[in-house]
């Protein structure tokens, strides 16, 4: 199974039995057989039949829409899984203070190791930037142990926001001054590496949204990102440890030569990713995701165990020291150590990684 794109102008896409046929001004261009795909991402002026969005509802296949500078992308989504006592459970984990808490420190704890071990080595590329870069990762590691410390989420927030401040720091120290990168900007962004970095979280941020749907939970309630209109919270949750990976996996692409400069066009609303860039782009980024999409797959089966676990009248065996029967009834360190048991594997799999200089 892969993922199409396309990203053109007038281009149809019409269904014939199992295939997927794909016009340009009128004249076939190519197919694919659906049973090969499972997701597309569509850019441009895209027409396409009622009867093939019902077929690939039926099918399992979910539709991004791509919206050019605004990076906000639209989904058509499968039928999401049938199961609605998942999201009821959701639902009231989301009000449960020590398991929000324990969460959040989960996955924020995750994702400033994963920046720290990246900066780390980095050290021994940018000689030169060497006193900065081990002064922001003394300073990374300062705030990691003070997560465990905070006893909210608003301080816990606080700590990540001091945490992106010192990596992105340490980031435009660390990237090529060609790439004009002085920190994280965005809507619009104002240089190369922030415009992708603006489109890989988008197309991250809707992996997580369909990884959701299909596991049965709601996209829309988080126990890190509160409730907010329109903002799928749970999606944001998700993809909060991968960021560094993403982050990683473009240096890498701008290293290897895949993006280049002249890529990419800046005007006054922003810079923008160049058609060449953007097949180069989604080239590697369809070979890449598969790890992502399967992260995210885990950490929504994590999810689901947790509220398996937490409806039986006592907990499993193997977690001896957590007797209470009820999710009200947990402390927060009872459900970090519940959490721990679920995202070991994850957090094996974020060490391993191997960075890109």
Request: charged share 25%.
């Given at each position: ?27 076939r261009i190519g197919t694919i057989p659906l049973v090969s795909v499972d997701r597309i991402y569509l850019k441009g002026d895209v027409k396409l039949q009622a009867s093939l969005l019902a077929k690939l509802g039926k099918r399992g296949i979910g ?15 499968a039928q999401p899984h049938n199961d609605a006592h998942r999201r009821v459970m959701q639902y009231e984990l989301s009000h449960n203070e020590p398991f929000c808490l324990a969460f959040s420190k989960k996955i924020i704890q995750l994702k400033l ?245």
């Amino acid at each position: 199974m892969s993922s199409l794109y396309i990203d053109r102008k007038r281009v149809e896409l019409k269904l014939s039995g199992e295939v997927l046929i794909c016009y340009e001004n009128e004249e076939r261009i190519g197919t694919i057989p659906l049973v090969s795909v499972d997701r597309i991402y569509l850019k441009g002026d895209v027409k396409l039949q009622a009867s093939l969005l019902a077929k690939l509802g039926k099918r399992g296949i979910g539709i991004i829409f791509l919206s050019g500078r605004k990076n906000i992308p639209s989904l058509f989504l499968a039928q999401p899984h049938n199961d609605a006592h998942r999201r009821v459970m959701q639902y009231e984990l989301s009000h449960n203070e020590p398991f929000c808490l324990a969460f959040s420190k989960k996955i924020i704890q995750l994702k400033l190791e994963t920046q720290k071990n990246w900066l780390s080595q980095a050290l021994n590329v940018r000689e030169d930037k060497q006193s900065l870069l081990e002064s922001k990762v003394k300073e990374l590691n300062e705030l990691i142990t003070k997560i465990n410390q905070q006893t909210n989420l608003a301080s816990l927030r606080g700590v990540e926001g001091r945490a992106a401040s010192v990596y992105f720091m340490a980031l435009s120290q660390y990237l090529p001054k060609s790439l004009d990168f002085n920190g994280r900007n965005r809507r619009p962004p104002r240089d190369p590496f922030n415009a992708v970095l603006s489109l890989s979280y988008t197309l991250l941020h809707s992996e997580a949204v369909l990884a959701s749907y299909g596991a049965g939970l709601d996209p829309y309630i988080g126990f890190y990102h509160s409730l907010d209109f329109s903002r799928e919270s749970f999606a944001c949750d998700l993809v909060e440890p991968i960021r560094p990976l993403v982050d990683n996996w473009l240096i890498g692409l701008f290293r290897s030569k895949e993006l280049r400069i002249e890529y990419f066009s800046t005007t006054q609303s922003g810079c923008m990713l160049g058609k060449t860039g953007r097949i180069n782009f989604y080239k590697a980024y369809e070979e890449q995701a598969e790890q992502w999409r399967k992260i995210l797959t885990e950490n929504c089966h994590d999810i689901i165990q947790v509220l398996k676990e937490v409806e039986l009248p006592n907990l499993p065996q193997r977690k001896e020291s957590i007797e209470p029967s009820s999710p009200q009834q947990l402390t927060e360190l009872q459900w970090q150590e519940l959490l721990e048991h679920y995202y070991f594997n994850q957090h094996t799999m974020m060490q391993n990684i191997e960075f890109s200089f």
